[in-house]
């Protein structure tokens, strides 16, 4: 190998000195105004998040208790009756639970049909499609969906036809998340894979969506984030209650519903409840959000 001529080592040692130089006043003065500007910028973009947060601690607050997480809610006007909203958080959950059962594993396998089985081909470009279209269509639409499905079949208004809506709602977010977080993982690791003779099921499976875990889960949580506070679809299906859920197949109560009926009471009691409700539906999300990155991370260390 030739050895390097003096100009070239000249050049690298020019570049190599002003790498190490300071910066100029005026690039350093642009540099810290514009980093300035980028954190004013993103707290103006928090700050609706954050009033709204605070709005809904501030107003709901006041009513939040033990009674309120465990008691039915009592009729306007009984000050000796607890009042609580214990009916709708179990009713949320059995729905939205449904609803997650049903929708993320098919979002799933619906992300690596897309991603691994038939990339690049027209029945994925038409999946694709079909689910972009889902997840534009108006919620309510789906709720008339599951009422003509369902409701008007059993004719009764159910958890199950409320847990069919919210898990149509679903099924697009965990979906396309789902091909996204696949599409991240190297592909370097399929080919080390299938160096080693791995099948395509063994590579998808034990090496692709463990890495893809954390992405996918964070999709799963913004399904069930929306789809526990959507309204509309819950009204045609799953309608409500005053009592608790008592199976599967009749009307139940949910947070969404309730903090909309309350909402528009004309009684002052019922609007504090709304806005505890609406506390309340917060933190079941936050503290699921939370559980769900713990166990990841314990899975991640071990």
């Given at each position: 190998?030739a050895?390097?001529?003096?100009?070239?080592?000249?050049?690298?040692?020019?570049?190599?000195?002003?790498?190490?130089?300071?910066?100029?006043?005026?690039?350093?003065?642009?540099?810290?105004?514009?980093?300035?500007?980028?954190?004013?910028?993103t707290g103006?973009?928090?700050?609706?998040?954050?009033?709204?947060?605070?709005?809904?601690?501030?107003?709901?607050?006041?009513?939040l208790?033990?009674?309120?997480?465990?008691?039915?809610?009592?009729?306007?006007?009984?000050?000796?009756?607890p009042?609580?909203?214990a009916?709708?958080?179990?009713g949320?959950?059995v729905?939205?639970?449904?609803?997650?059962?049903?929708?993320v594993?098919?979002?799933v396998?619906?992300?690596i049909?897309?991603?691994?089985?038939?990339?690049?081909?027209?029945?994925?470009?038409s999946v694709?499609?079909?689910?972009?279209?889902?997840?534009?269509?108006?919620?309510?639409?789906?709720?008339?969906?599951?009422?003509?499905?369902?409701?008007?079949?059993?004719?009764?208004?159910?958890?199950?036809?409320?847990?069919?809506?919210?898990?149509?709602?679903?099924l697009?977010?965990?979906?396309?998340?789902t091909?996204?977080?696949?599409?991240?993982?190297?592909?370097s690791?399929?080919?080390?894979?299938?160096?080693?003779?791995?099948?395509?099921?063994?590579?998808?499976?034990r090496?692709i969506?463990?890495?893809?875990?954390?992405?996918?889960?964070?999709?799963?949580?913004?399904?069930?984030a929306?789809?526990?506070?959507?309204?509309?679809?819950?009204?045609?299906?799953?309608?409500?209650?005053?009592?608790?859920?008592?199976?599967?197949?009749?009307?139940?109560?949910?947070?969404?519903?309730?903090?909309?009926?309350y909402?528009?009471?004309?009684?002052?009691?019922?609007?504090?409840m709304?806005?505890?409700?609406?506390?309340?539906l917060?933190?079941?999300?936050?503290?699921?959000?939370?559980?769900?990155?713990?166990v990841?991370?314990?899975?991640?260390s071990?």
């Amino acid at each position: 190998m030739a050895p390097a001529s003096d100009s070239s080592l000249d050049t690298f040692s020019e570049v190599g000195l002003a790498l190490h130089q300071p910066l100029s006043p005026w690039r350093r003065i642009f540099s810290q105004g514009m980093t300035g500007l980028g954190f004013v910028l993103t707290g103006l973009a928090l700050l609706p998040l954050f009033s709204i947060v605070w709005e809904i601690i501030r107003q709901g607050i006041g009513r939040l208790s033990w009674e309120t997480l465990v008691s039915l809610p009592a009729p306007v006007g009984m000050e000796d009756q607890p009042n609580g909203i214990a009916n709708a958080i179990v009713g949320t959950l059995v729905m939205v639970g449904l609803a997650a059962l049903a929708s993320v594993p098919l979002g799933v396998i619906t992300g690596i049909f897309m991603t691994e089985v038939m990339k690049g081909t027209t029945a994925a470009a038409s999946v694709r499609f079909i689910m972009v279209i889902l997840s534009s269509v108006p919620t309510v639409i789906l709720g008339v969906f599951a009422y003509g499905v369902l409701v008007l079949t059993t004719k009764t208004f159910s958890a199950v036809a409320g847990a069919l809506a919210l898990s149509l709602v679903m099924l697009p977010i965990v979906a396309l998340t789902t091909e996204e977080a696949l599409k991240l993982v190297p592909s370097s690791y399929r080919q080390a894979s299938a160096a080693l003779g791995g099948a395509r099921f063994q590579t998808v499976f034990r090496i692709i969506l463990p890495t893809a875990l954390p992405a996918i889960t964070t999709g799963a949580l913004l399904a069930v984030a929306r789809a526990a506070g959507e309204t509309a679809p819950l009204m045609f299906t799953a309608l409500f209650s005053q009592f608790w859920p008592e199976g599967l197949m009749s009307p139940t109560p949910s947070m969404s519903v309730l903090i909309y009926n309350y909402s528009g009471s004309p009684y002052k009691e019922q609007n504090e409840m709304a806005w505890t409700a609406a506390l309340v539906l917060l933190f079941m999300v936050l503290i699921s959000n939370i559980l769900s990155r713990l166990v990841l991370k314990r899975k991640s260390s071990d």
